[in-house]
């Protein structure tokens, strides 16, 4: 199966910049699409950017213009530059991949990884 470690989280003042980072490890075959979605205190998880294969991406809209996800195919990453930080972006960020593992059998599947926090002061 697919292993996927973020980090990168930390403090941050708002207006400040934080990049994160999520590295796959374990018998990929193809990771398809791979995405940042995030955890506030007493919310749900919702999507924050999305990135195909072939590098398009979505975001939600309260990110736009503010934050950046992109990857490195050959190094089975993918990050998420955070710009002007606020407040509100304080949650708890997991990456998410969309993937084909080599094992026995081949499965494909969604993985997540343990999340890493992010907190923006005022």
């Known amino acids: 199966q697919v292993q996927l470690v973020e980090s990168g989280g930390g403090l941050v003042q708002a207006g400040g910049s934080l990049r994160l980072s999520c590295a796959a490890s374990?018998?990929?075959?193809?990771?398809?699409?791979m995405g940042w979605y995030r955890q506030a205190p007493g919310k749900q998880r919702e999507l924050v950017a999305t990135?195909?294969?072939?590098?398009?991406?979505n975001y939600a809209d309260s990110v736009k213009g503010r934050f950046t996800i992109s990857r490195d195919n050959a190094k089975n990453t993918v990050y998420l530059q955070m710009n002007s930080a606020k407040p509100e972006d304080t949650g708890v960020y997991y990456c998410?991949?969309?993937?084909?593992?080599?094992?026995?059998?081949?499965?494909?599947?969604?993985?997540w990884g343990q999340g890493t926090q992010v907190t923006v002061s005022s």
């Open positions: 998410n991949a969309d993937a084909v593992v080599a094992t026995d059998w081949l499965l494909r599947d969604t993985y």
């Open positions: 374990g018998s990929i075959l193809r990771i398809n699409a």
């Open positions: 990135i195909s294969s072939g590098g398009s991406t």
